[in-house]
């Protein structure tokens, strides 16, 4: 039994884009021969999260709206006072998502549902390069 | 140390059921001789979750009415112009709670608090067969 | 590869606090040699979480705000019915926010971004002594 980690990373736009990244972290974990075990798929960084989520646009949208009145970007947050940056609803988006999951992995396979993807949530208000971690138990 | 992969299946009522799962992960733990390590314990689809919650009639209520407040049911998500399924909240819902959580294992015991029980939650719009990955590390 | 369990203990408020809690586990990991591999930080009960955030005492109090709107205090919860102590919204919180993350663990260090800290988030409605394990796999 051993640990890897492998280290991805993704250009994003920001603004709560998600990105379906199931295929590379599979395509990793391929080519390190990683069978049986589990994947720790995390984001480094306070203002993105990980979590599954059918690829469909339409339910991207849909996220954006919830995402908007449940935490909306524009409001005043008093983290807007410690540094200038606008970008207090990023942070809070992250926290409540949190920063990553586990998924099995069995015969070589992320072991999800058929419509079940790994998606990046970037929350922050710029684009953002993003690395991901993937730590593997093999 | 070694990992081994524990399939459980449940049948649920979908509509945001919440069924407590602990006797059964600690009893799938036992019959395996697992004794210290953790359990991530997962659930393959993308319309249900797994979180921990005291088992209480009376809370799980409540949780019906947080959810139908952040994210409603009935509501006419751009989701169901994509397959017409009418889920588009069990989605949304499922990517917020996320797939999974890993619990320690101590003394052949998941080490959770007096109340704090492993939940299935399906948000899913129908009842549903439920698989459950239980990985041990130990 | 071997499996290590540290078991923690933070004094706190209760109401919502949050507490950085990231000193204290990479100390740990440090006195018991972990240099690479994982560390699953778990919250023992079912009315605290754990997550990452950046430590700033505004977006505390931002992430209060979003708290009492989504999840009030105050309300009547029908889990006050069943045991009187009107923790409702404690447990509603904690089961949304998780009880646990995983984090990687690289030359020693655990590999969160530059702001991003670990956070533990007591719920309940009184000081507590929260105890949380520190699972270790290097």
Same sequence: chains 1, 2, 3.
């Avoid at 280290?7 to 395509?27: A, K, V």
């Avoid at 646009?57 to 606008?86: A, F, R, S």
Wanted: hydrophobic content about 35%; overall charge negative.
């Amino acid at each position: 039994m051993s640990v890897l980690h492998i280290s991805l990373s993704f250009q994003t736009e920001g603004r709560s884009q998600m990105i379906d990244i199931t295929d590379e972290i599979q395509d990793a974990l391929e080519k390190n021969h990683i069978t049986e075990g589990i994947a720790n798929i995390f984001v480094v960084g306070s203002t993105a999260s990980i979590s599954t989520i059918e690829n469909d646009e339409n339910l991207y949208q849909d996220m954006q709206e919830v995402l908007e009145k449940v935490i909306p970007m524009e409001k005043n947050w008093k983290h807007h006072q410690t540094w200038g940056d606008e970008n207090g609803g990023s942070h809070l988006r992250a926290t409540l998502f949190g920063p990553g999951i586990c998924v099995p992995v069995t015969k070589g396979k992320l072991k999800l549902g058929t419509w079940q993807k790994v998606v990046l949530m970037d929350f922050d208000t710029t684009p953002r390069n993003r690395e991901i971690i993937v730590t593997c138990f093999s």
